[in-house]
């Protein structure tokens, strides 16, 4: 099975500066890959690599099976984008510059495939507007008709939510999954918001300073069979050499910040009750307890560094 | 005091002498100039202009007494503010106005000629003077100096053909004296030129212009709208 | 071929959209307007500065202020004024696109860089050739219809040269064709510039800029200017007058030709070879 995307070693200089660092991924064909890291982290330059943005200094890029520096062009018929922020011509109407990319694209469509499309990106009797009249909301959706305009197999959205209003979010929610569903096409979908991708995405990358930080199943990284306990007491010397003697000595993390009246845990998420009850039998109080998954808590040490 | 009185005499007496044979040789012009009341001809123009380029022209001479002139041509060409072809046989008609005298004789062509002097007699005329060199055996003129007080002097050579009869000539060569043309380099706008020249000032050339005639019509009542109406482009 | 054909129609199809491309019609219009009504008022006391020597022991025959002549007149003048309205267009070909993001929306389509970077310089010299077109129209058939056919006198450094009018029809063709090979170069210096700066009005900015400053170059005669100077694109710039020469310097126009081919040739490379290893930023 060939991927959609595989990125091999990728490394990104500018100048000393390393945006992306050593970067592997593999995106399936069918995924809807998340591709989550915080501002600054590298991921706009990774995805402008993908697109043939920007060259990667080191490492190889292919997509469909076919390198990218190779067959450039037949690889961008399969690949719609929208990188950073749609931006258009503001003297044109949006109909105007969807037709300008269908030209670019060798299609031709007729007005009622165009309006179909208005009518999925929700833009259905506005295309006549110039695009300078749009709101970063119309742009949005005019961007997604572009990045759809071709059918193509793969779509990548560069933080696609941004000023978007809650309804928009949600609808876009909606296309990605239906698109997904209905078309097999595989999504590749930035964000610095956590819960978006773990809300559609099956496949996720984290990354921060350009170094892959986290990647694998969303599933398994949100799993509620090893998650981060944080467990706040009064007495944290006399709680942890009761631990220790104790079989959840094996579930211990290795203490962040001694100072701390914290206590850090791995474990699944039905063991909980049972630390708190033997913490309680041996009158050790508690003042609080949470709990995040990995990806919780990888993408929690990025925020905080 | 008697050889110099005598002498003075017999100079006197040539003076009147030269003088008689100016009015003679006029004369003999004029009858010419009498049987000739217009002509046209074609006419094929040479120029030779410091600081103009042009390609040889052809056009078309009328001319009709007393002093109706016309050269009709497509374009751009340049005749002498004092133009000879239009002023000389009205000069020599008009005996009144000038003194005439002869100055010498020179050869032109292998032709003796007299130079007369023509000094007009009133001092508003714009011609200071005229220096006609006329062939003697046969009286035609050869060369004219013609010196005016705007437009400096002109020098024209006469070459004769089947026209001698009515005195006109099948070739005329004007010369002009004219300050060197020069145009600033900046309203030229020519960047590839080097202006080695140093500047004009008031360094003086010489420009020539050939006109050349042939096909001659003689005396064919020229209507005088000829010479009002407007030229073709 | 039909993808780039495609990209070109494209390009184009902007070009003749955008608002800044009528303001070079416009100025052209203007100008040519302008210049036609000062000739029609003091065409003569102007036409006498040039001819005060002649017109001082000749008399001047026929129409010398007509329409090759205005013609003449301001295709001299706006060969000055005709880069800033090519770069202005040109050079924001590129840089205009980077600016505003559109490039990554042509750049994710199949075509391929060196595709769009020539279809981008095909327009641009379009845009050219309908500016001179403009121009031939305005300078030579509306001043022919304003002051008549007539003779050339032509004004070069220290000859005024005189050209029959059924001389003339040829040598505006191949004039207007160097004026086109001139303004090619300012198509692709302001292109080339276009490429490697990401905001609109720097390209336009220097390319005035460069071509002041060779401009200045050519106008002084000095032995260290004399070396470079026939290397520089705005010294053959006026080469279409050399049409107006009795004889022409033909060795002279195939030269400038040359240099102003080796020009377009150079910076079309250089624009290309850079685009395509462009990092897109913005």
């Given at each position: 099975?060939?991927?959609?995307?595989?990125?091999?070693?990728?490394?990104?200089?500018?100048?000393?500066?390393?945006?992306?660092?050593?970067?592997?991924?593999t995106?399936?064909?069918?995924?809807?890959?998340?591709?989550?890291?915080?501002?600054?982290?590298?991921?706009?330059?990774?995805?402008?690599?993908?697109?043939?943005?920007?060259?990667?200094?080191?490492g190889?890029?292919?997509l469909?099976?076919?390198?990218?520096?190779?067959?450039?062009?037949?690889?961008?018929?399969?690949?719609?984008?929208?990188?950073?922020?749609?931006?258009?011509?503001?003297?044109?109407?949006?109909?105007?510059?969807?037709?300008?990319?269908?030209?670019?694209h060798?299609?031709?469509?007729?007005?009622?495939?165009?309006?179909?499309?208005?009518?999925?990106?929700?833009?259905?009797?506005?295309?006549?507007?110039?695009?300078?009249?749009?709101?970063?909301?119309m742009?949005?959706?005019?961007?997604?008709?572009?990045?759809?305009l071709?059918?193509?197999?793969?779509?990548?959205?560069?933080?696609?939510?941004?000023?978007?209003?809650?309804?928009g979010?949600?609808?876009?929610?909606?296309?990605?999954?239906?698109?997904?569903a209905?078309?097999?096409m595989?999504?590749?979908?930035?964000?610095?918001?956590?819960?978006?991708?773990?809300?559609?995405?099956?496949?996720?990358?984290?990354?921060?300073?350009?170094?892959t930080?986290?990647?694998?199943?969303?599933?398994?990284?949100?799993?509620?069979?090893?998650?981060?306990?944080?467990?706040?007491?009064?007495?944290?010397?006399?709680?942890l050499?009761f631990?220790?003697?104790?079989?959840?000595?094996?579930?211990?993390?290795?203490?962040?910040?001694?100072?701390?009246?914290?206590?850090?845990f791995?474990?699944?998420?039905?063991?909980?009750?049972?630390?708190?009850?033997?913490?309680?039998?041996h009158n050790?109080?508690?003042?609080?307890?949470?709990?995040?998954n990995?990806?919780?808590?990888?993408?929690?040490?990025?925020?905080?560094? | 005091?008697?050889?110099?009185?005598?002498?003075?005499?017999?100079?006197?007496c040539?003076?009147?002498?030269?003088?008689?044979?100016a009015?003679?040789?006029?004369?003999e012009?004029?009858?010419?100039?009498?049987?000739?009341?217009?002509?046209?001809?074609?006419?094929?123009?040479k120029?030779?202009?410091p600081g103009?380029?042009?390609?040889?022209?052809?056009?078309?001479?009328?001319?009709?007494?007393?002093?109706?002139?016309?050269i009709?041509?497509?374009?751009i060409?340049?005749?002498?503010?004092?133009n000879?072809?239009?002023?000389?046989?009205?000069?020599?008609?008009?005996?009144t106005a000038?003194?005439?005298?002869?100055?010498?004789?020179?050869?032109?062509?292998?032709?003796n000629?007299?130079?007369?002097?023509?000094?007009?007699?009133?001092?508003d005329?714009?011609?200071?003077?005229?220096?006609?060199?006329?062939?003697?055996?046969?009286?035609?003129i050869?060369?004219?100096?013609?010196?005016?007080?705007?437009?400096?002097?002109i020098?024209?050579?006469?070459?004769?053909?089947?026209m001698?009869?009515?005195?006109?000539?099948?070739?005329?060569i004007?010369?002009?004296?004219?300050n060197?043309?020069?145009?600033?380099?900046?309203?030229?706008?020519?960047l590839?030129k080097?202006?080695?020249?140093?500047?004009?000032?008031?360094q003086?050339?010489?420009?020539?212009?050939?006109?050349?005639?042939s096909?001659?019509?003689?005396?064919?009542?020229i209507?005088?709208?000829?010479?009002?109406?407007?030229?073709?482009? | 071929?039909?993808?780039?054909?495609?990209?070109?129609?494209?390009?184009?199809?902007?070009?003749?959209?955008?608002?800044?491309?009528?303001?070079?019609?416009?100025?052209?219009i203007?100008?040519c307007?302008?210049?036609?009504?000062?000739?029609?008022?003091?065409?003569?006391?102007?036409?006498?500065?040039?001819?005060?020597?002649?017109?001082?022991?000749?008399?001047?025959?026929?129409?010398?202020?007509?329409?090759?002549?205005?013609?003449?007149?301001?295709?001299?003048?706006?060969?000055?004024?005709?880069?800033?309205?090519?770069?202005?267009?040109?050079?924001?070909?590129?840089?205009?696109?980077?600016?505003s993001?559109t490039?990554?929306?042509?750049?994710?389509t199949?075509?391929?860089?060196?595709?769009?970077?020539l279809?981008?310089?095909?327009?641009?010299?379009?845009?050219?050739?309908?500016?001179?077109?403009?121009l031939?129209?305005?300078?030579?058939?509306?001043?022919?219809?304003?002051?008549g056919?007539?003779?050339?006198m032509?004004v070069?450094?220290?000859?005024?040269?005189?050209?029959?009018s059924?001389?003339?029809?040829?040598?505006?063709?191949?004039a207007?064709?160097?004026?086109?090979?001139?303004?090619g170069?300012?198509?692709?210096?302001a292109?080339?510039?276009?490429?490697?700066?990401?905001?609109s009005?720097?390209?336009?900015?220097?390319?005035?800029?460069?071509?002041?400053?060779?401009?200045?170059?050519?106008?002084?005669?000095?032995?260290s200017?004399?070396?470079?100077?026939?290397?520089?694109?705005?010294?053959h710039?006026?080469?279409?007058?050399?049409?107006?020469?009795?004889p022409?310097?033909?060795?002279?126009?195939y030269?400038?030709?040359?240099?102003?081919?080796?020009?377009?040739?150079?910076?079309?490379?250089?624009?290309?070879?850079?685009?395509?290893?462009?990092?897109?930023?913005?």
């Amino acid at each position: 099975m060939s991927f959609a995307i595989s990125l091999q070693n990728v490394t990104k200089k500018f100048n000393d500066f390393v945006a992306v660092d050593n970067l592997n991924l593999t995106v399936n064909r069918g995924d809807i890959y998340g591709f989550l890291g915080p501002n600054g982290s590298g991921k706009s330059t990774t995805l402008r690599m993908i697109m043939g943005l920007i060259s990667p200094t080191t490492g190889n890029i292919s997509l469909f099976g076919t390198a990218l520096s190779e067959n450039r062009s037949e690889i961008m018929r399969k690949v719609g984008c929208i990188i950073e922020k749609p931006d258009f011509y503001t003297y044109l109407t949006a109909h105007e510059n969807l037709k300008l990319f269908a030209r670019a694209h060798q299609l031709h469509y007729t007005e009622s495939q165009y309006q179909d499309l208005y009518q999925l990106v929700g833009l259905y009797k506005r295309e006549q507007g110039k695009v300078k009249t749009f709101s970063h909301g119309m742009k949005q959706r005019l961007g997604l008709a572009q990045a759809l305009l071709h059918n193509p197999e793969m779509i990548i959205l560069d933080e696609p939510n941004t000023g978007l209003d809650p309804q928009g979010i949600i609808d876009l929610r909606k296309l990605i999954m239906q698109l997904n569903a209905e078309r097999g096409m595989t999504v590749l979908f930035s964000s610095h918001i956590l819960t978006e991708v773990q809300e559609i995405c099956n496949h996720m990358i984290v990354i921060n300073k350009g170094k892959t930080i986290a990647q694998g199943n969303v599933q398994q990284l949100i799993s509620s069979e090893s998650l981060h306990v944080n467990l706040e007491v009064v007495d944290r010397p006399r709680a942890l050499a009761f631990i220790q003697q104790s079989p959840w000595v094996s579930k211990l993390q290795q203490e962040i910040n001694k100072t701390e009246q914290v206590i850090h845990f791995q474990m699944a998420k039905d063991e909980i009750p049972l630390l708190v009850q033997q913490l309680s039998a041996h009158n050790i109080d508690i003042l609080s307890i949470d709990y995040r998954n990995q990806l919780e808590e990888y993408f929690l040490k990025i925020t905080h560094s | 005091m008697k050889k110099i009185l005598l002498l003075l005499l017999c100079l006197g007496c040539l003076n009147l002498k030269a003088d008689d044979n100016a009015k003679k040789l006029i004369r003999e012009l004029n009858k010419k100039f009498t049987l000739l009341n217009d002509y046209s001809a074609d006419l094929y123009m040479k120029f030779n202009i410091p600081g103009v380029k042009m390609n040889n022209m052809r056009g078309k001479v009328f001319f009709k007494k007393p002093n109706k002139f016309r050269i009709r041509t497509k374009g751009i060409f340049f005749l002498p503010k004092q133009n000879p072809m239009q002023n000389i046989s009205n000069m020599f008609l008009d005996t009144t106005a000038y003194t005439t005298v002869i100055s010498g004789y020179e050869m032109i062509d292998n032709r003796n000629c007299a130079v007369i002097n023509m000094i007009p007699l009133k001092s508003d005329n714009e011609l200071i003077l005229g220096k006609f060199w006329v062939d003697i055996a046969n009286p035609l003129i050869l060369k004219t100096q013609i010196t005016t007080k705007n437009n400096g002097t002109i020098e024209t050579r006469n070459f004769f053909g089947d026209m001698i009869q009515y005195a006109l000539p099948s070739k005329i060569i004007i010369e002009v004296e004219m300050n060197k043309m020069k145009v600033p380099k900046m309203m030229a706008m020519d960047l590839k030129k080097k202006s080695t020249d140093k500047p004009a000032g008031n360094q003086k050339e010489k420009g020539s212009i050939e006109l050349n005639f042939s096909s001659f019509k003689i005396n064919t009542k020229i209507p005088d709208q000829v010479f009002t109406e407007k030229d073709e482009q | 071929m039909k993808s780039f054909i495609a990209i070109l129609n494209n390009e184009l199809y902007k070009t003749m959209k955008r608002p800044r491309t009528y303001i070079g019609f416009g100025v052209i219009i203007f100008i040519c307007a302008m210049l036609q009504a000062a000739f029609y008022h003091d065409g003569k006391e102007i036409l006498s500065f040039v001819t005060q020597q002649l017109d001082m022991v000749f008399n001047v025959q026929g129409n010398i202020l007509n329409g090759n002549l205005i013609c003449f007149i301001l295709l001299q003048t706006l060969i000055v004024q005709m880069p800033l309205l090519v770069a202005l267009v040109t050079g924001d070909s590129v840089s205009g696109e980077t600016a505003s993001g559109t490039i990554r929306f042509l750049l994710t389509t199949p075509a391929s860089r060196t595709k769009i970077i020539l279809a981008k310089w095909l327009s641009g010299l379009f845009y050219t050739l309908v500016l001179l077109i403009l121009l031939g129209i305005m300078a030579l058939v509306v001043s022919r219809l304003i002051f008549g056919v007539g003779d050339l006198m032509a004004v070069n450094s220290d000859t005024l040269t005189i050209i029959r009018s059924d001389d003339l029809t040829w040598r505006w063709g191949y004039a207007f064709l160097i004026a086109f090979l001139s303004l090619g170069v300012v198509a692709s210096l302001a292109q080339t510039l276009s490429c490697f700066i990401d905001n609109s009005i720097t390209p336009i900015v220097s390319v005035m800029a460069i071509i002041i400053i060779f401009t200045i170059i050519g106008m002084f005669d000095l032995p260290s200017f004399d070396l470079i100077k026939p290397f520089l694109f705005t010294t053959h710039m006026i080469s279409w007058k050399s049409l107006f020469e009795d004889p022409i310097p033909v060795k002279e126009i195939y030269f400038s030709c040359a240099v102003l081919l080796a020009h377009i040739i150079l910076l079309l490379s250089i624009s290309i070879y850079y685009f395509k290893r462009k990092d897109i930023l913005t």
